[in-house]
T-cell receptor, first 115, second 114 residues
Framework: DAGVIQSPRHEVTEMGQEVTLRCKPI?????LFWYRQTMMRGLELLIY????????DSGMPEDRFSAKMPNASFSTLKIQPSEPRDSAVYFC?????????????FGPGTRLTVT | GENVEQHPSTLSVQEGDSAVIKCTYS??????FPWYKQELGKRPQLIID?????GEKKDQRIAVTLNKTAKHFSLHITETQPEDSAVYFC?????????????FGSGTRLSIRP
């Protein structure tokens, strides 16, 4: 298994531009999580899906952020318009949530820089 | 909602000594407590986890303890080695449900002095 796949690995964009981050979870996993990591705020959960349905988006910072999961093998996190304070590493993670396990497998992350 | 506090934020120990990281959680319904290790520039990876029906779990040089009454859990690393240098995150979750999120602590940056 290739693990969780994220693209792009690095993104540099100018303030005001739209940014789309992509994630392919591990095949067979039923839950997908988007996190943001910065030095100041640590590892923050933005939103998570179970069986492609958004369960909790309380961590999404503002309306500029949106996430979709159109099918079990793909999710996007979009920022429109982007701002310099959005600069961070964005991780996607997936898990097979059942009575036996909640282990989350993280992707390699997307390092976003907004200038 | 759940809140996880982690201490210390930074920890420096001599190679070969032990390191202990402590966490507390607020939601008594939490029953799954994983620990993740994140090396510089890498992704967080699970190193050990414990469920609330167990008080202690050990895997080679790593052990976790859980005190449900006090809502405390700890990570113990013995005979530390340079490759143990990383950021460690504790977390808590209501495991066993079909849709549950993991709440992470703020992380501990562990440095091993040669």
């Amino acid at each position: 298994d290739a693990g969780v796949i994220q693209s792009p690995r690095h993104e540099v964009t100018e303030m005001g531009q739209e940014v789309t981050l992509r994630c392919k979870p591990i095949s067979g996993h039923n839950s997908l999580f988007w996190y943001r990591q910065t030095m100041m705020r640590g590892l923050e959960l933005l939103i998570y899906f179970n069986n492609n349905v958004p369960i909790d988006d309380s961590g999404m910072p503002e309306d500029r952020f949106s996430a979709k999961m159109p099918n079990a093998s793909f999710s996007t996190l979009k920022i429109q318009p982007s701002e310099p304070r959005d600069s961070a590493v964005y991780f996607c993670a997936s898990s097979l949530q059942n009575r036996a396990s909640n282990e989350q497998y993280f992707g390699p992350g997307t390092r976003l820089t907004v200038t | 909602g759940e809140n996880v506090e982690q201490h210390p934020s930074t920890l420096s120990v001599q190679e070969g000594d032990s390191a202990v990281i402590k966490c507390t959680y607020s939601d008594s319904a939490s029953n799954y407590f994983p620990w993740y290790k994140q090396e510089l520039g890498k992704r967080p990876q699970l190193i050990i986890d414990i469920r609330s029906n167990v008080g202690e779990k050990k895997d080679q040089r790593i052990a976790v303890t859980l005190n449900k009454t006090a809502k405390h859990f700890s990570l113990h690393i013995t005979e530390t080695q340079p490759e143990d240098s990383a950021v460690y995150f504790c977390a808590a979750s209501k495991g066993g449900s079909s849709a549950s999120k993991i709440i992470f602590g703020s992380g501990t940056r562990l440095s091993i002095r040669p």
